[in-house]
């Protein structure tokens, strides 16, 4: 093992003992390797808070860990950090920074916490921390393994080597078609190329390739049902590739064809202002760099998504998504036919969001359907993981129209869309035919409610601009009085957004009240909207413009 240079002492005796001082130790020149390099690692804490004993993960507080570690800490009590903490991704960013640096203090800090962690941690071990052997942190802390070993020859290293690559190599282990199966890939054939466990590499080029058929489908759509993974799969795939070339193998032409494809996903659910729409396990605060867009405006992915907009590159452009397909799975939310709606630069109808990964009670209500801009059939009990149809769509430059269908609640559930570009309006019919429905509206925090008055619900934000929300009974057309807006409850939780991880603020969600046929417009940019119906035609004024567009008795917008 490298060791730090030693100081020269040098005495000099003039009159007196002059007192020796030792020289800095001078960097050395490292050979840069594949294992150690790349963007494999995350960007905090960094080489220098951890060599001060300090630690920082997903926006926490520094943690203080000192010379010797504790590996049952849990300063947060958070399922998220104690994880991270285990799977010692941090401690790699030492020896990726001792390769570009030079400081073999570095290097001796590093192996001095993987051994730590080594002997702290035996399998089946009484005091073995409680993340230290699951299938995820594995993943994660093995390539950390391999990179040390281009710098540390130890038989405690190789041992611990050994053991993670056969528990990635276990098929009760795997996680296929999830993202944690592509790390534990990566993770497998970084073990097996480096300790020349051929059959390691093998399977996990095999593994790898099937998990990305079933995760990311032949139209780029990640199939965990949060957009915001789209990115960490991207990411992990690029990884998952380079690590490929590096071990001198041929990189499978389905992973490569998969990984160009998420790219159109990714941009199709990133919203005007450069977020992604916080659909399932994503945060609001999500931003995708560097990603290339289509000429496509809207695109409808069978995974279960409509995207659309005006423009592309235009913040002040509209925005809208629309949820269906399978029923949930990984980290999807119940939010089948929920929409989400962006207009004139702004976050009007939004999710509850993502807040975390601990059992709450509060991350239960974020999944569920109350906290998503969905039709709640009264009087009967929803059934979760239940898929979802889009039956119909009409898709033109200015106009868009669905129709969405599900049994959640045991009887049919119907509700159409239609998103007007020309004269912004986004317009929702929510139906289910013998029982009545009630919808919720969550509005993004920086609006508040100003007006509320047989069913007209008048928004605004500080800047004076302002939004009207509309709620009549179809057919006939009767405004519908009796909407409650609610804000930050927590017995039961209803009016709460999640602006970024572990965060919540509370913000106004208007409650409809029940109804057989309730139709609610959503009108950007006035305080003044009216409606109109004829027996077949919605007719929405705003000041000076208007526009209408066809309903039918089968509760189809076109």
């Known amino acids: 093992m490298p060791r730090r240079t030693l100081a020269i002492l040098v005495g000099l005796v003039l009159v007196g003992a002059v007192q020796a001082v030792p020289a800095a130790a001078a960097p050395v020149a490292v050979r840069q390797t594949a294992e150690c390099q790349g963007d494999w690692l995350p960007a905090t804490p960094t080489s220098e808070q951890v060599m001060a004993g300090e630690v920082q993960f997903l926006d926490l507080p520094p943690v203080k860990i000192g010379k010797r570690v504790d590996w049952n800490r849990s300063p947060f009590g958070n399922r998220s950090w104690d994880m991270v903490f285990s799977s010692l991704r941090w401690v790699g960013r030492l020896v990726a920074d001792y390769e570009t640096s030079g400081k073999e203090a570095y290097l001796d800090r590093a192996t001095e916490l993987i051994k730590s962690w080594v002997e702290s941690n035996p399998k089946g071990g009484s005091r073995t921390s409680r993340y230290a052997w699951e299938e995820h942190p594995i993943a994660l802390r093995a390539p950390v393994l391999v990179c040390l070993s281009r710098h540390v020859k130890a038989s405690w290293l190789t041992r611990s080597m050994v053991d993670h690559g056969r528990e990635l190599a276990d098929p009760a282990k795997y996680e296929k078609g999830h993202n944690h199966g592509l790390d534990q890939d990566i993770a497998l054939l970084r073990l097996g190329c480096r300790s020349g466990h051929k059959e390691w590499a093998d399977l996990a080029i095999r593994r790898m390739t099937g998990t990305v058929r079933l995760d990311v489908d032949s139209q780029g759509a990640l199939q965990e049902q949060a957009p915001r993974y789209g990115i960490y799969v991207y990411e992990r795939l690029k990884v998952g590739m380079e690590s490929m070339k590096d071990c001198g193998r041929k990189v499978p032409a389905e992973i490569a064809k998969r990984w160009e494809s998420l790219e159109n996903y990714i941009t199709h659910a990133t919203q005007p202002n450069g977020f992604m729409v916080p659909i399932g396990d994503g945060a609001a605060d999500v931003k995708p760099a560097g990603f290339d867009h289509p000429k496509q405006t809207v695109k409808v992915f069978n995974a279960g998504y409509v995207f659309g907009r005006t423009k592309w590159d235009e913040p002040e452009s509209s925005y809208y998504s629309i949820r269906f397909g399978p029923g949930l799975k990984f980290h999807g939310h119940e939010d089948h036919l929920g929409v989400t709606y962006y207009a004139q630069g702004r976050d009007i109808l939004v999710e509850a969001g993502f807040h975390s990964y601990e059992r709450t009670g509060y991350r239960y209500w974020t999944m569920s359907p109350e906290a998503h801009n969905v039709p709640v059939v009264v009087g009967k009990p929803f059934r979760g993981r239940t898929a979802s149809s889009l039956v119909a769509s009409n898709v033109k430059p200015g106009r868009q129209s669905y129709k969405l269908t599900d049994k959640a609640y045991g009887v049919a559930r119907h509700r ?129 413009t208007s526009t209408s567009f066809r309903y039918s008795a089968s509760g189809t917008l076109s």
């Not at 309006?425 to 009545?436: E, H, I």
């Not at 009974?473 to 970024?500: E, F, L, N």
């Not at 409809?512 to 007719?539: I, K, M, Y």
């Open 416 to 544: 159409s869309v239609l998103v007007d570009h020309d004269d912004p309006l986004m317009a929702v019919l929510d139906t289910a035919p013998g029982a009545q429905t009630r919808n919720y509206w969550h509005l993004d925090p920086s609006l508040t409610p100003v007006s509320t008055k047989a069913g007209r619900v008048v928004v605004t934000d500080k800047s004076g601009w302002k939004a009207t929300v509309l709620q009549v009974a179809m057919p006939g057309c009767k405004p519908i009085s009796g909407q409650s807006v609610v804000k930050g409850r927590t017995s039961p939780y209803q009016g709460w957004i999640s602006p970024s991880y572990m965060r919540k603020v509370p913000a106004s969600v208007i409650v409809s009240p029940a109804a057989p046929s309730l139709l609610t417009l959503t009108v950007p940019g006035t305080g003044d909207a009216d409606v109109t119906c004829t027996s077949s035609r919605v007719t929405v004024k705003a000041g000076d």
